[in-house]
C-alpha cells in the first residue's frame, strides 16, 4: 500500500512540476492586467496553461531533431514560462476571432451548398 501512495505522490508532483512554468508565466501576465472578472482570470489561465503543457510537450520532441541533442530541463521551462505569458495575452484576441468564425459559419455553409436564390423563384 504504501509502495502505490508513494507511485501516486511521484505522479502528482510530476505533474504539478508540468504544469507550474506555464501557469506562472500566465500568472505574471495576469499580474500587469486590470479589471478582469475570475471568470476571464481562470479561462485565461488554464489557456495559459494547456497551450504551455502541449508546446512544450511538441518543442522536446522535436529539439533533438533540430540540434541533435536532448534539452536541458531549464530551457523547456524558460519556454513553458514564456508560452503561458504569450498565450494569456492571446486568449481575447483568439475567442473573439473563433466567435466570429463561428457566427458566420452558418451563412458561409448556407451559400456553399444551398442554391442560390438570387433569381427570386
Do not use: N
Not at 8 to 30: D, F, K, Q, R
Not at 48 to 68: D, E, K, N, Q, Y
Amino acid at each position: 500500500m504504501e509502495a502505490k501512495l508513494h507511485a501516486i505522490y511521484e505522479a502528482c508532483v510530476t505533474l504539478l512540476t508540468g504544469l507550474a512554468p506555464g501557469a506562472i508565466g500566465a500568472a505574471v501576465s495576469m499580474a500587469w492586467r486590470r479589471g478582469l472578472t475570475w471568470g476571464e482570470r481562470f479561462v485565461q489561465l488554464a489557456v495559459g496553461i494547456i497551450v504551455s503543457w502541449f508546446f512544450t510537450r511538441a518543442i522536446s520532441a522535436l529539439w533533438p531533431l533540430w540540434f541533435h541533442a536532448l534539452p536541458d530541463p531549464f530551457v523547456i521551462q524558460a519556454i513553458a514560462f514564456t508560452l503561458g505569458m504569450v498565450a494569456f495575452e492571446a486568449t481575447p484576441r483568439f475567442i473573439s476571432a473563433a466567435s466570429d468564425v463561428i457566427a458566420g459559419l452558418p451563412a458561409r455553409l448556407a451559400d456553399r451548398f444551398l442554391p442560390s436564390r438570387k433569381d427570386g423563384k
